[in-house]
């Protein structure tokens, strides 16, 4: 009796070694795996473009969104969170960035796709810094693993400009 829970626990510890040993291998394979994602994004067309009574610029924009991002995948990979984001600079800010689109990608076999999308989440500028605004257009991607860390990159896509007028 007292010998076999003995010998139970060191099932369990050696399981439990084996898993984490499994666990730290996943994250270690993920490590040396050189993903080379592919990207583009395009302005489509500038839908609207104007001053709200509160003094704040909002822009309806049509993007065409090209990826490729297969090569994010591996067997740790249990989903990638993507997003494209217009991303430009103002007098009180370094860095705005305004979430355009988003999408969850749960398998490799998703993760080549090509969208015209008008944008999903409001482009409004606190203020009025769009008239002739230089931007970027970056896609940014979460790899959520099965088991490690979660990691990001992302590829910038440059010289996007706005209109100088209102339309
Ligand atoms: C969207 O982008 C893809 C890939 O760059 C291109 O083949 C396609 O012609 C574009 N579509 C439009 C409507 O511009
Ligand atoms: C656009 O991206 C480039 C390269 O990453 C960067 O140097 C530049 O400052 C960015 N421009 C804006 C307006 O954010």
């Known amino acids: 009796m007292h010998s076999s829970v003995l010998r139970f626990?060191?099932?369990?510890?050696?399981?439990?070694?084996?898993?984490?040993?499994?666990c730290a291998l996943a994250s270690f394979s993920d490590y040396?795996?050189?993903?080379?994602?592919?990207?583009?994004?395009?302005?489509?067309?500038i839908n609207w473009f104007h001053k709200q009574p509160n003094g704040?610029?909002?822009?309806?924009i049509t993007l065409n969104i090209s990826a490729d991002l297969r090569s994010l995948f591996t067997w740790n990979t249990k989903q990638v969170f993507g997003f494209v984001a217009?991303?430009?600079?103002?007098p009180q800010n370094a860095l705005n960035?305004?979430?355009?689109?988003d999408i969850i990608i749960p398998s490799k076999e998703d993760a080549k796709f090509l969208v015209q999308i008008t944008n999903k989440y409001r482009?409004?500028?606190?203020?009025?810094?769009?008239?002739?605004?230089?931007?970027?257009?970056?896609?940014?991607?979460?790899?959520m693993p099965k088991v490690g860390k979660m990691w990001a990159d992302k590829i910038v896509m440059?010289?996007?400009?706005?209109?100088?007028?209102y339309r």
Not at 126 to 143: A, C, D, M, P
Request: proline share 4%; charged share 20%.
């Open 56 to 60: 704040n610029e909002e822009v309806r």
């Open 9 to 22: 626990n060191a099932l369990v510890t050696f399981a439990v070694a084996i898993l984490a040993l499994i």
């Open 158 to 165: 440059t010289g996007y400009r706005l209109p100088d007028r």
């Open 123 to 143: 482009f409004i500028d606190q203020g009025s810094n769009l008239r002739s605004k230089e931007f970027n257009l970056t896609l940014h991607w979460h790899v």
């Open 32 to 45: 040396f795996n050189n993903p080379s994602p592919t990207a583009d994004v395009k302005v489509l067309s």
């Open 86 to 90: 217009a991303e430009y600079e103002t």
């Open 97 to 101: 960035q305004v979430s355009l689109w």
